[in-house]
């Protein structure tokens, strides 16, 4: 399956996480419901990383793995404060905003990875910027 697929999968996965997430908090709090939500995730992701069988084990020295470990503090530390918002804000404002991401996640391939940087990309990047400002205002 070509990256869009995949991006396309993950999007709409996203999308109704979402919806599910702020409908378990009428019941559960956040603090609940982010739990059962992350170690679901861990559970799923490594079933799908061994039957796509890339599974590896490696030192946990290795540079490779300081950067997982870097990359879950900081999906630690985005999923609490987006559960935490889902819970006290409407979803038609949290998810807009919390969709930043991918203007700042363009900008840091663009800075710190040295990705190009095309007329149209940088359009993308404004116009997705002006796009959250509207959605959550």
Do not use: H
């Amino acid at each position: 399956m070509s990256y869009l697929l995949w991006t396309v999968a993950a999007m709409i996965s996203y999308a109704f996480s979402f919806l599910f997430i702020k409908i378990a908090m009428n019941d559960l709090p956040a603090f609940t419901v982010m739990p059962i939500a992350v170690v679901t995730l861990a559970i799923g992701s490594t079933i799908v990383a061994a039957l796509f069988g890339e599974w590896s084990t490696v030192s946990v020295t290795s540079r490779s793995v300081q950067f997982s470990l870097a990359a879950g503090i900081c999906l630690a530390g985005a999923v609490i404060g987006y559960f935490r918002a889902l819970s006290t804000g409407p979803v038609s404002v949290v998810v807009p905003v919390f969709g930043l991401f991918l203007v700042v996640g363009a900008l840091l391939g663009i800075v710190v990875l040295g990705e190009p940087v095309t007329a149209r990309k940088a359009l993308g990047i404004v116009l997705a910027g002006a796009a959250v400002v509207l959605l959550a205002s």
